[in-house]
Every structure is written in C-alpha cells, then in structure tokens.
C-alpha cells in the first residue's frame, strides 16, 4: 500500500487569451484528468471541462457499483480498471459530441485527453489518454514519458521523416491525430506501470512539454523535491519563459510510503 500528495495548476500562457485547458481529480480514488481542448468560440474551453467532468464522474459511479454491467464486462480486477478508463473516455467523447451538436458556434469542438488511477494496494499506476497530453513518471534522477502522442509529428518520428528536435519546432506541432469528440470514436490507449516509494508522476498538456525540454522538466521536478506546488509554478514559469505559446497545465503526484 502507498499514499500520495499532488498539486496541479493551469495558466493562460503569453499568447492566448482564454484558457482551453482543464484539469481535475478524485483524490479519495486516486484519478487525476488532465485535458486541453480546441475549436474556437470557447468550444475548446467547453470541450476540455466536459471531458474532465464526465471521466470523473464515470469512473466515481463505476466506482460505487463494480458489479454495474459495462460492454464487454470482465471479472479480472486490472482489465477492468482498463475498462473502466476506456469508457469514461468513450463517455466524455459522446457526450461532447451532443453538447456541439446543440450548439452551432461549438461544432467541431474536441479535446485531449490523459487519465491517471492509482491503485495503492497493487502499487499500480493505470493511464488511458488519446491526444498528446502527456504523463512522464520521475524516478531516481530519471524522467520517462509513459504515453506516446497521438500526434502527427509523432507519426512521422517513428517513420523516420523527422527527427524529435525538428517535431519541436514544426509548424504542423499542433496536430493531433486522436481526439475526444472527432469525427471517429477515438481508439483509446491503456497502460498500466509499477508504481515505487518517492515515484512522482506528472500529468501535462503540450503547453509545457512543447516547449519545455523533459531535460529541463527534470531538473525543476527534481530541484525541488517534495515540494510540488513550488515545482509546478516554477515548470509554468519557464514554459511562460520560453515563449508560453499556448496553455498550461501541470499536475505533479508524489507516491508516498505508507506509515504502516
């Protein structure tokens, strides 16, 4: 068993005058959402708050009854936490889909999305995320991206076409090629990660890790230990710093040891 501490944070950035990111949690069952939204006329804004909102509350109800029939329900405990993340995702991308369709100024209104549930008692991390924002796990003076971008400077990395320093400038950057409420239900991926004592995860949208290298996410992270609202600020300032060309959000969670 382990317990945990976190803090997150958003900000507009330099160049943006609304915030289309969101972010949320359910500490009590160790879920943390992060979302950054697109479509103009504050549908992105619309677009990342349902998401969070409708993932919360899918997993809380999933929650408070295992034993509700989902599609394709399974009794081994892992996959169906899988399971569980993938609908709530599947949910929120439904339900933005209906609220555009009610509201001509918000059509083609989407966002990404990345889900973190702790699973103390398996010492486990589960993730679901389509989109790029990102989850990072910070260990022992090393950082690992844990999810792969949906993205399609991502696509043309792993093919070969550029190479990570070029994706960072590119002017197709911004891309995406999954979203929540897109034209298609968006495949959504799962993974799960061995979780240790004093392991920090950092949930982000593209704001930061667009502009901020992991190099430098790691020394901040690591400058300031335990103190995460310190390195949450400190990771927006220097995003902010960099140019802040889009928005924001951080949310830094520290496994700590139980006291049993």
């Keep these: 068993m382990f317990r945990w501490r976190f803090y997150g944070a958003t900000d507009v950035g330099r160049k943006r005058s609304k915030n289309e990111d969101a972010w949320g949690c359910d500490d009590s069952l160790g879920v943390f959402v992060v979302a950054d939204g697109m479509g103009g006329h504050a549908a992105g804004e619309q677009a990342s708050q349902i998401a969070v909102r409708e993932v919360l509350t899918f997993i809380q109800a999933a929650q408070a009854d295992p034993d509700a029939t989902w599609p394709g329900f399974t009794a081994d405990t892992d996959e169906w936490k899988e399971h569980v ?3 709530a995702l599947l949910k929120a991308h439904q339900r933005i889909l209906e609220t555009a369709g009610t509201h001509a100024e918000w059509q083609g209104m989407a966002t990404t999305v990345v889900v973190v549930q702790l699973d103390p008692e398996r010492r486990q991390a ?38 990570a320093e070029e994706a960072r400038v590119h002017p197709f950057r911004n891309v995406v090629t999954r979203a929540l409420g897109g034209p298609q239900d968006p495949l959504v991926d799962l993974d799960e990660e061995p979780l240790e004592t004093d392991d920090i995860l950092l949930l982000c949208t593209d704001g930061l890790s667009g502009v901020v290298s992991d190099e430098d996410i790691l020394a901040i992270v690591t400058r300031y230990g335990t103190d995460l609202e310190s390195a949450a600020q400190e990771l927006i300032q220097q995003a902010n710093a960099n140019g802040g060309p889009d928005n924001i959000t951080v949310v830094l969670v520290h496994i700590v040891a139980d006291a049993h």
Excluded at 147 to 155: A, F, I, K, Y
């Design 85 to 87: 993340l993938r609908w």
């Design 126 to 163: 589960f993730i679901a995320h389509v989109g790029d924002s990102r989850v990072y796990l910070i260990r022992k003076g090393k950082i690992i991206q844990l999810t792969q971008d949906h993205s399609w400077v991502n696509e043309q990395i792993k093919v070969g076409v550029i190479t």
